[in-house]
C-alpha cells in the first residue's frame, strides 16, 4: 500500500533502447514526495522484457516500403512494431494493489503520448476512485493533447517535484473541487465546473540543488544491471543555454539554465557506487561542460570517488565541442569516460545558421585528434530531414564522419513540440498529421529532403559504420562485383552477408538487404546520392 503511485507507462515503436529508460524523473519526484511525509510506489511499465508484436499503426503505412520486409544484414533499420513492456492492464492492477489515492504517469514523448492515456484509461477503469495526474514534456509543451482523454483529471507542466507534493496534500485535505488552492499549485492544469481548462505557466525549481537525492530505492535495480552491477542516469543541471531550434528544452523555450551545486551531485554519484552498486553512470544534461571551472571541479571529485570503486561514465545526450580541450578530456578519462558522444547537428553552415548552432566543425576534428591521442572512442550526431534542409547537405556531412575515427550517429528530424523548428514546420504546414509521428524512426517529414532520401542516407550511415567496424577488425574490403544470383548468402554470419552485399553496392550503388531464409532483395534507393557517394568516399 503507498499513498501515491508513480507509472513509467509501455513504449510502442519499432525498437527500444532500455539502458535510457530509467525512470530518473520519477525517481525525484518520489524523493520530494517521501520528505513531505507520503509513502510512494514507483511502478516501472518498462522494467521488463516482456514485449509482443503489433500491426504497424495505420498512419504508419507509408513507411511499409522502407520497413516492409525483415533484413538480418548489417544494413537492417526497422521491421516489427512492438509493445515493449507490461499490458496496460497488468498496471491497472499493479495500481490498484497499491490503493494509491493519487496516481502520477509521465508522458516524456509526444509519440508516446497514446500509452500514456491508455496507461490512465486501463488505471481508472480499474481503480476508478484514484486521481490521475500527467506530466512531462509532452503534458507540459501540449497539456489540452492530454486533458482530452477524460481519466486524466490533471497535469503538471514542468518541474514537478514541488508541484505534485502540494496537489497530493491538497487531495488529501480534501480540496480537490477548491479551485482557488489548486490555481496555487505551480504549473497545474485541471478543469474547472464548466469544462474549461485553467492552465498554468510550467513549473519551474529555481534551486535544484536544494531537492533530495532522487528514490533510487524504488527503482527496479535489477533490470537496469550491466555487467553485473547497476546503472544509474543522473542530471547535474537542468535546461540548456544554446538556442537551438529543434529543441524543446533549449534556452528559447522558457527553461532557464540551473547547475547543481558540485557537493549535491557527488553525494547522488556516491550514493549510486555505494549503495546501488552502479557500474555505468550517464549523465543525461543537455550541456554536462559548457561551464568549464564547474565541470573541472564535478571531475575532480567524481575521481576521488573512482579511486574506491571502478565505474563507467556516459554523457549520452551529447556534448558541446566547443566546450572540450584537452585538459578536460584527460581529466574525463581519468574519471571513467570512455566515449564522447559529440553533438555536431550539421557542418554546413547555411544549416547551422538555420539550427541556431555555431560551427563546431574546427572543434568537433580536434576533440577527435584528442580522442585519438587518449584511446577514447568516439560517436558523431548529425541530423537529417529537418526543414528546409537538404539530402545533398546531410551527403557531404557523412561523407566528412566517414573519413574520421568516429562512429556516426545520424537521427532523422522530428518536429519536438516546444521547439522553434516544431512552430517552423507547423507555419509550413509540413507537421505529421498524428502525434504518435514526431519521432524518428517514423521518418516525419516529406519536405526538402524526401523520405526515400532519408531513409538511403540512414542506410549510407550504417554502410559507413560497417566499413568502419571492418577497419579496426582489420578485415580487407570487397572488391566491387556485379550483383549475381548465384553469389547469394549461404550462411548466416552477418559479416560474411555484410561483406558480399558491400561489394554489390560498390558495383553498382543499390543498397540490398536478406531476409532470414537468404532471399536478397533491393531497399528502396537514391541512386544519385549513392552513386555520389561512391565517386567522392
Known sequence: MSDIALVQPPIEDFFLTAKRTIPYGLACIAANLEKQGFSVDIIDGLATNKSRILPWPDEMAYLTPHYGKPDISPFALFHKYRHFGYSFDHLGKLVLQSEAFLVGISALFTPYQESALKTAIAIKKQYPDCRIVVGGHHATALPETVMDCLAVDYVIRGEGEIALPQLAAAIKAGHAQNYDNLSKIPGLVFRRSDGTLKISPPAIINAPSSMPLPASHLLKQ????????????????????????????????????????????????????????????????????????????????????????????????????????????????????????????????????????????????????????????????????????????????????????????????????????????????????????????????????????????????????????????????????????????????????????????????????????????????????????????
Open 222 to 537: 535489477s533490470f537496469y544491471r550491466r555487467k553485473q552491477h547497476g546503472s544509474a542516469v543522473i542530471m547535474a543541471s537542468r535546461g540548456c543555454p544554446l538556442r537551438c531550434s529543434y529543441c524543446a528544452v533549449s534556452a528559447d523555450c522558457g527553461l532557464p539554465f540551473r547547475k547543481r551545486d558540485v557537493a549535491a551531485v557527488l553525494r547522488e554519484i556516491e550514493q549510486a557506487i555505494t549503495v546501488d552498486n552502479v557500474g555505468f553512470i550517464d549523465f543525461e544534461d543537455e550541456n554536462l561542460t559548457i561551464d568549464k571551472n564547474w565541470f573541472m571541479e564535478l571531475i575532480a571529485g567524481i575521481s576521488t570517488l573512482r579511486k574506491n570503486r571502478n565505474f563507467e561514465l556516459r554523457a549520452m545526450n551529447g556534448l558541446y565541442p566547443p566546450s572540450l580541450d584537452e585538459e578536460m578530456i584527460i581529466a574525463m578519462r581519468n574519471a571513467g569516460f570512455r566515449t564522447l558522444n559529440l553533438a555536431v547537428g550539421s557542418f554546413d553552415k547555411k544549416q547551422l545558421k538555420q539550427f541556431r548552432r555555431p560551427d563546431v566543425g574546427k572543434a568537433h576534428d580536434y576533440t577527435l585528434d584528442l580522442c585519438r591521442k587518449y584511446e577514447l572512442e568516439a560517436v558523431s550526431y548529425i541530423i537529417a530531414g529537418a526543414p528546409g534542409q537538404t539530402a545533398a547537405t546531410t551527403l557531404n556531412d557523412l561523407l566528412r564522419l566517414a573519413r574520421q575515427n568516429t562512429i556516426i550517429g545520424l537521427s532523422i528530424f522530428y518536429p519536438a513540440p516546444g521547439s522553434l523548428d516544431y512552430q517552423r514546420a507547423a507555419d509550413l504546414d509540413i507537421l505529421p498529421a498524428h502525434l504518435s509521428l514526431m519521432r524518428s524512426s517514423a521518418i516525419p517529414l516529406d519536405h526538402t529532403t524526401s523520405r526515400k532520401e532519408a531513409v538511403t542516407l540512414l542506410r549510407l550511415s550504417r554502410i559507413i559504420n560497417f566499413i568502419k567496424s571492418l577497419r579496426e577488425n582489420q578485415i580487407k574490403l570487397p572488391a566491387p562485383q556485379p550483383f549475381s544470383k548465384t553469389g547469394l548468402p549461404i550462411d548466416s554470419d552477418r559479416t560474411e552477408n555484410g561483406l558480399l552485399l558491400l561489394s554489390w553496392f560498390f558495383d553498382d550503388g543499390i543498397i540490398r538487404g536478406i531476409t532470414p531464409d537468404g532471399t536478397v532483395y533491393e531497399h528502396p534507393t537514391v541512386l544519385h546520392l549513392t552513386r555520389k557517394f561512391l565517386m567522392l568516399y
